[in-house]
């Protein structure tokens, strides 16, 4: 009798996924299409709606209690949208580097490089100038930067084991990194040039 009722409760709440994303479909793919441009990211708004909502149905687990279902299936969408716009880098086709006859002619344009063009990052110069770099940073911008960058830390990983929250982990670590990019100068870590 309780799996009977447990299974009608589920069923009922899927259902209200269902009735809900069925009644705002339109709505849905309109907010799609004021956030993500179709064309730049080579996608439909429907086929992004159709996504979520398949994606909803096969890992919510309906056994919870959903509060507030179109705040959910919103986010959802806000979600994938933003993963698309993370994953879209500015590409150039390379046909659009050749002529009428479709011969290449991006190469031709490119001039030969100078080899004293070509510097080499000297490792002992690096770490040295790193090693001054960290040395000026407080004791906690080092210790996140080292945990983070170098030991391989998540930042979940040291808020879990300093107990500190998350937030001030991050903290420490830009005002850090931005410390870093004014001590260490690109300039001084190439090789001296023996020519």
Same mark, same amino acid.
């Given at each position: 009798m309780k799996g009977e009722?447990?299974?009608?409760?589920?069923?009922?709440?899927?259902?209200g996924l269902k009735t809900f994303i069925s009644s705002e479909y339109r709505n849905l793919v309109s907010f799609v299409k004021r956030y993500l441009n179709e064309r730049y990211y080579n996608v439909s708004a429907e086929d992004v709606v159709q996504d979520v909502a398949v994606n909803l149905f096969s890992k919510l687990d309906f056994d919870e209690h959903l509060e507030n279902v179109a705040g959910y299936v919103y986010r959802s969408i806000k979600n994938k949208i933003t993963?698309?716009?993370?994953?879209?880098?500015? =590409?150039?086709?390379? &046909?659009? /580097? %050749?002529? =009428?006859?479709?011969? &290449?002619? /991006? %190469?031709?344009?490119?001039?030969?490089?100078?080899? %004293?063009?070509?510097?080499?990052?000297?490792?002992?110069?690096?770490?040295?100038?790193?090693?001054?770099?960290?040395?000026?940073?407080?004791?906690?911008?080092?210790?996140?930067?080292?945990?983070t960058e170098m030991e391989g830390y998540t930042f979940e990983e040291l808020s879990d084991e300093l107990n500190i929250p998350i937030g001030t982990l991050l903290s420490w670590k830009h005002r850090g990194v931005k410390k870093l990019k004014k001590i260490i100068k690109l300039d001084d870590l190439y090789m001296e040039n023996e020519n």
């Open positions: 009722k447990e299974n009608t409760r589920s069923s009922g709440r899927r259902g993963d698309f716009q993370r994953k879209k880098k500015k =590409e150039i086709p390379f &046909e659009n /580097f %050749s002529n =009428e006859e479709g011969e &290449e002619v /991006f %190469s031709g344009n490119i001039p030969a490089l100078d080899e %004293s063009m070509h510097l080499e990052i000297d490792d002992k110069r690096f770490y040295d100038n790193l090693n001054y770099a960290l040395s000026k940073l407080s004791p906690n911008q080092q210790m996140v930067f080292v945990a």
